[in-house]
């Protein structure tokens, strides 16, 4: 496997490009999107509302938690998932960063 050089990138930018890679496959924005609708949930119910295997919802579950989009916490025989709002915040800023970009009356080309 090849060096990807990511030593050569500031710790947000590192921070931000995993964020990006978890939410750029479309179970995960369905999954974000059930658990802003549903506001939180177990996994079976997430389960029952993708056309996916339930190991497969729990890896790209994993993937979310891993990035830090999303939480869980155990309730009995089940963990229930909610969004991460220090994942989201720091997606929020980058985009801020965007929009205030696009706002400024000197932009270029």
């Known amino acids: 496997m090849g060096i990807t050089k990511t030593e050569s990138f500031t710790e947000e930018q590192n921070q931000l490009a ?16 059930h658990l802003i609708k549903v506001n939180s949930c177990i996994c079976g119910d997430i389960v029952n509302e993708l056309p996916l295997a339930q190991p497969t919802v729990s890896q790209h579950l994993k993937e979310l938690k891993n990035a830090g989009l999303i939480k ?10 909610c ?16 929009d ?9 080309c």
Do not use: M, W
């Open 18 to 33: 995993t964020l990006a890679k978890a939410i750029g496959h479309p179970a995960r924005i369905a999954i974000i999107q």
């Open 72 to 81: 869980g916490s155990l309730e009995g025989n089940a963990v229930c998932y």
């Open 83 to 98: 969004l991460d709002e220090k994942g989201f915040g720091k997606i929020k800023s980058f985009f801020e960063n965007i």
């Open 100 to 108: 205030s970009y696009f706002n400024r009356t000197n932009q270029c």
